[in-house]
C-alpha cells in the first residue's frame, strides 16, 4: 500500500510532508533567499551612486554581500517596461532604488522583489549592509 504525502506550510521558510493519515512527519527547509542585491546607479566624478530616477540610469549594479562579488549590468532600454524586466533578468530578490513610479513597483513586487529607497548620499556598499534599515518603496 502506498500513502500519499502532501507539503503542508507551517511556518516561514518550514514546511513538513504529512502522510495521509498524517502518521508521519518530516521537517524540509527551504534555502534562504539570497542577499544578492541590486541597485539603480549612475557613474559620476564621484563614482557610482545610486540614480535618482527609475528608468534613466546607467544600469543596474548587482552587490554578492556574502562573497564580495560586484556585477554591472548597463541599461538595455530607458523606459520602465524595460528597467522592469531587466531588473527581473537578474534573479535578485532585493533591489535598491532613489525611485519609482507604482505601475513597476507594482510589477515589481508582484515577482516578489523586495524594494528599498535608499539616498544617493550614502555610498553603494553602505546601502546594501543597510538593507533591511531603508523604508520600503
Known sequence: MQLETRLISVLPNREYLASEEGMSRSALTRPEPSARTAL??????EGTVLCPFFSKCDGL??????????????????????????I????????????????????LRAAGIDIRLGSGALAVDELV???DDLPAA
Not at 527581473?88 to 510589477?107: D, N, S, W
Open 40 to 45: 539603480l546607479v549612475t557613474h559620476s566624478h
Open 61 to 86: 549594479l548587482i552587490i554578492d554581500p556574502d562573497n564580495g562579488s560586484r556585477e554591472f549590468r548597463a541599461r538595455e532600454d530607458d523606459t520602465p517596461d524595460a528597467m522592469c524586466d531587466q
Open 88 to 107: 527581473l533578468k537578474t534573479g535578485v530578490h532585493r533591489l535598491i532604488l532613489g525611485f519609482i513610479g507604482g505601475p513597476a513597483a507594482q510589477k
Open 129 to 131: 549592509i543597510g538593507f
